[in-house]
Every structure is written in structure tokens, then in C-alpha cells.
């Protein structure tokens, strides 16, 4: 099968694989009928899907929970979309919000129970609720395992009617000062690390920029990108405050807790 037009614009491997696969499932539906439901994706690479559906095939498809607020979503795909129900796929689950817990807890303990992070989505807090959503298929496992994150006791039910409105973000503000935006520099500063040790993470392809593996350590940023860094967590730049009177660049960036 023909891939090129839109995997040939992928670095990524991973994500390139990802691809792949949804290609492939996508003309299994095309060919055939029925429904084929992603695992949860980046924003780049629900972009990706989209484009290879428009370049594939003529088949519906929909976005959830939620394309405008949640970060990872699945993409349905079916020759029937508009009778579909999104909760044979997917799932949200919620319980009583803890102080002391972050978005790291919760993820780190579902991937303690052996849960693969695709089949996980986003992880939400409002003022009352801490909520998950996940594919159906785990539904029942989460909820009879989940029985703690760090030292407090939780109990998650189904929460499908968890409302979107006013959800917290759990990030941390903080400003920094730069000679470049290279990515190698900002990371330095951001996690306090000398830079032979900064090029020793991009060459072991553990820094992401917007979800995508990047080894250049001249990579110049842009504000609003995502920053991923294996084993210090998740960082987006915002955007550049000002310039000092030495020529280095004033910024402002967020550390997701």
C-alpha cells in the first residue's frame, strides 16, 4: 500500500509507526465496513490521521472526548458515525480531588498496573474531581485496581457526565534568562543541567518538542511549544518577555506538575 504523501512527512519513528498502523486500519474499514476506534493520540498525530483519511478515504470520522480541550484524544472512524455511542470506546472515570496529588501520581500509578499509555487519555482536575478518561476495555480493571495513588486511598466510579468547565491546570510559572532560544539552551536553564550533559538527552532521543523526537541541539524554539524531557517531566514555553540590556532573551515558561 502507498504511504508517501503523508508518511514521508513524519521524523518521528514512533510516530511515524503510528501512523502506519492507522492507515491500515482505515482501509480495513474502507474495504470492508464496521468501526475502528485509535488508541489515544497527540494533537500531531490526530493531524496526521485526519490528513490520511482525507487522502484515503471518504469515510466519517470523530474526534473524542474532546478535540478543543483534551490534549489526547482517539479517532473514530465508520461508515455509520452518526449512530455510534463514544462510551463503547472510551470512558471517564473520576473520584474525589486530593491536595497532594498531581497528574504525575495518577499516571504513575496506572502505569504501575501495567496500563500501556495509549490506552490512557487525559488526566483532569477541577476544584472537586480528579477524572480519567481511558478506553472502555479498562474500564472495569482501573476501577477494581486503582485503590491508591501515592500514600492516599482513592475510589474511582464511572463518571461519563464529568463536565469540561473549569478544569485546573496543575503547572508551575517561572521565568529564566537565555542567550538564544536553541533547545539545547533553554533546556540547560529550565532543569539545571550543563550542556555537554543537555546533548548527551537529545542524542539518547529523550527530549520531544510538540510530541516529536528531536536530536538538533540548534533547534530553535517557538512560543507555545511543548517540551517533553524524559525524567524531568513537561515544560511549555510561552513566550519571550523582552531582551536585556546584554542581549539575552527574557522568557516565560510553565513546568506541568
Not at 485546573?168 to 539545571?192: G, H
Not at 524531557?229 to 513537561?234: D, T, V
Amino acid at each position: 500500500m502507498e504511504y508517501s504523501k503523508i508518511l514521508n512527512h513524519i521524523q518521528d519513528i514512533e510516530t511515524k509507526q503510528t501512523i502506519k498502523k492507522f492507515i491500515d486500519s482505515l482501509f480495513v474499514v474502507e474495504k470492508k465496513g464496521g468501526t475502528y476506534c485509535s488508541d489515544f493520540l497527540t494533537p500531531n498525530e490526530i493531524n496526521y490521521c485526519i490528513s490520511s483519511i482525507n487522502t484515503y478515504s471518504n469515510l466519517d470520522y470523530m474526534v473524542i472526548p474532546n478535540l478543543n480541550i483534551c490534549e489526547r484524544n482517539c479517532i473514530l472512524v465508520s461508515s455509520y458515525i452518526d449512530s455510534l455511542n463514544i462510551y463503547e470506546y472510551i470512558n471517564i472515570i473520576s473520584a474525589p480531588v486530593i491536595d497532594n496529588i498531581n497528574h504525575r501520581d495518577v499516571l504513575g500509578s496506572l502505569l504501575a498496573l501495567g496500563v500501556n499509555r495509549s490506552k490512557i487519555g487525559d488526566i483532569l482536575f477541577t476544584d472537586k474531581k480528579m477524572a480519567i478518561v481511558l478506553r472502555s476495555s479498562l474500564t472495569n480493571y482501573i476501577l477494581q485496581n486503582l485503590l491508591s495513588i501515592s500514600k492516599y486511598n482513592v475510589s474511582f466510579s464511572l463518571d461519563n457526565e464529568f463536565s469540561f468547565n473549569n478544569l485546573i491546570e496543575n503547572t508551575k510559572k517561572y521565568f529564566a534568562i537565555v542567550s538564544s532560544l536553541r533547545l539545547d539552551l533553554i533546556i540547560s536553564e529550565i532543569i539545571n543541567y550543563p550542556r555537554n550533559k543537555t546533548s548527551s538527552l537529545l542524542n539518547s532521543g529523550k527530549i520531544k518538542v510538540n510530541y516529536e523526537e528531536i536530536k538538533k541541539s540548534h533547534y530553535e524554539l517557538n512560543e507555545g511549544d511543548i517540551i517533553s524531557i524524559k525524567g524531568f517531566g513537561r515544560f511549555k514555553f510561552l513566550k519571550v518577555l523582552g531582551v536585556t540590556k546584554k542581549n539575552k532573551y527574557k522568557i516565560e515558561y510553565i513546568k506541568y506538575e
